[in-house]
């Protein structure tokens, strides 16, 4: 049975709340909002400098509710999970997080997500997109039930350096010694709190998952407790910067998905997509095993490329061209400023054989400033690694600020 | 552990055993393995009361090219006709019943018009079913990732239906994707006519007369014509002697056929099918695994879904396979008299089919999984051709029967059986009076006895529906419609794969073509 969110026939308006709505709403000065998967989800509640830095200097809260969420659990859990990832999921053990990709029969990138071991034979699937028929199909012969529990469930993501003082100033005894990818249920009123320490900004940061009833109550303590640690609600748009300087992609918009392209040749595989390390081919049958076997034997077509671009105009949309700066060689699927980082990062997706690491390209540039557009040719360099990873992203115990 | 040999095929039916006579010829060490005590899959011949023997699956040969006969000299190792070309005769109630022969439409009251449009429209479709059997002898084209022989297969399959003519090409573009009943119906002034015509074009399928799709199995079935065949033929001994002389066939050639030896499963190892394992434990290994089952029990069954890709699965899980035809097997003490047909033509082909409407409504309890309460029938008389198939002066009936869904409501319990029966035998009386009385012991199969006997799921004769989706680069999924599934050395040679089913034997010579080929060029 889905549980999934409706409304009256009556009620004229065409978008969900999520269960911390009232809250987020009272909070939301620009009253700035966006649809994520039919939620009613802030993009901004203030200036975007404050939340951005709330992220990286303090405690940022940001509502993760409308996150697709499928409960899978039977006998076969394990065994159809595998099936579903690229990945050898059985080295998720229980009481951990793993991330991981699903592809379609092409070895095409369906969608990324997250994968907690919550219990024996139980797990949660957090995706971008739905992909419940996806699932139900790779469950033809496996003895498994898969119910969308993306209404049922809510949840907030909690980043930043304060964030564990935080919680442990809410109650969470214990908490700092919670590993990265770990996950640990703490009482919550009548309840309880499901936290993990996963998070989509590249700091040290947790997710606290529990039922719509408790969401309220939730909010509230987090709120009193980070109030010292200068807590703060954000939206979607200073998230996004805190994930491309940390290097994360994101669906639909570095890759497309491949259920939901109609072009042939605009998906991509996990290969090209930089994410070799998730694909296990010694694990056995998974979906597209062999079309991806068939490509690390042939050759991939794109590589995806974290690009440190010159100046400081992010090359959103840009064209990358070639070191003759003739030939257009790519495109930029993510760019941003980072504030903390001090550069100008990209994120591209190359025709192969350029980007290897270390190769200089060009990013052209289009800015306007009162209604005069401008083009620049930046330099842009590839770079192995992402431009923000703090140590205490990965310390355990977690450092106390 | 053996390894003795090169190739491996599960089920020794009618393509599993030309597959493995065109592979033994070119050098392959093959071995076919059958889980029952004879070759032949659902052509066979089975004593169904004692004394009284029938072909119990497919009764007529029809479509199985006369060209691969030769090649394979079927003559030298066993295969004689009782009969050639019969005709069909479409029973009236009142007698009046109608003859068709080739392109010769006779009944005592049948117009001159709807004469000459029937000769019409039987070189007509003789035309366009020649484009199609062309295409049926070749792997279908691939669309995706074409070579230069998918484009050449293209390009003939274009530049045949270009060279019927402007008109002709025109019309079977118009009439390829409509339903039986409205082209019958625009042809033919004669009742008779037009129900004898739209039951051919139902047969065998789950489909009714007013069914887009039907034109298109009308034009399959008579791709017989183009075969060689002027109408159904009965070999001596049913068609169980047809596939001893297919094994004999392919025996001479080398391959070796071991019966009551079936599969329970393929082995897959990294992706690569290695061997089977026996319903006895044995393990066999082969660098080439070829199934002559349907795709459903070949993927499902005996290599598992969990090998196999999701989106593959859930097409596989697509094909439609609802079997909807029953035989009817009757042990006869007399021959049965038909009042109004010249005694000379009982031993056609006869078909018991009322009217378009009639036939529309037998179908429409189908959807809500209810049998016809008035069915349709082709049936024969073997023993007025081949009297050794029952005592002196005794005869059998052979009965294909629709509709009949192997998915019940309340299941074929022995009180569904009766009273299907007993509807059939009602329908029966209607043209052949008194035949209740001669009827000494009878037989009734419906679908799901059908999938037990021959191990195809559904019941369904041709591993999966004719129709324009699931022909051609549809069947049996799209792209993996030549011959070679998504585990590395697995093949399949069977009525699921193109062209298709019927006795017809093309998929497995295409298939053994393919792998001898895909050989050749490695």
Redesign the interface.
Known sequence: MNTLATRPAHDPRAMLETPFHPRIAAANGLQSWYNWKGYVSAERLDQIEFEYFAIRNATAVFDISPMTKYRIEGPDSE?FLN??FTRDVRKIREGRVGYGVWC??AGQVQDDGTLFHTGPDLWRLCSQERCLD?LH??A???DVRITDETASVAALAVQGPTSCSTLRAMGLSGIETLKPFELRSFPFHDGELMVSRTGFTGDLGYEIWTSTALALPLWDALFAAGEHFLIKPIGSAALNIARIEAGFIMAGADFVPAEQGVRHGRSRSPFELGLDWLVDFDKG?F????AL?AERASGSRYRFVKLDVEGNKPATNSFIFGAGQRKVVGTVTSAVWCPTAKSNVAMASLDMPYGRPGEELWAEIYYMRELKWTRVMARAKVMETPVFDPPRRRQTPAPRF | MTDTHDVIIIGAGHNGLVCAATLAKAGRRVVVLERADRPGGAARTRTFAPGYSVSSGAHFLNQFPVSLIEELQLAKHGLRFAAKGLATVALQADGRHLRLDGAKAAATDLGAVDQQAFAEFHAEIASYAAVLAGAFGRRPPRLVDSDWRDRLGLLKLGWDIRTLGRDRMREVLRIGLMNIHDLASERFEDARLRSAVAFDAVLGTSMGPRAPNTVMSYLYRRTADAFGHAGPSIPVGGMGAFADALAAAATARGAEIRLQAGVASIVVHE?RATGVVLDSGEVLNASTVISNADPRTTL?GLV???????????RV?GIRMRGMAAKLHLALDALPSIPGLDAANAGDRLVLCPSLEGLDEAMNPSKYRQFSAEPVIELCIPTLHDPSLAPPGKHVISAVVQYAPVDLEGGWTAAARAEFEARIMARLETVMPGIGSLVSSSELCVAPDIQSEFGIHGGHWHHGEISVDQLLMMRPVVLFSQYAM?IDGLWLCGAGAHPGGGVMGLAGRNCAQEIIRKRASA
């Open positions: 065994a099936r579903l379609d029969d996806w199909w790779s033809l012969g496996y049958q979906t597209g095993r062999r076997l | 992706g499902k598992g879904y969990r090998e196999l890709d999701a989106g593959f699965v859930r899980e998504p």
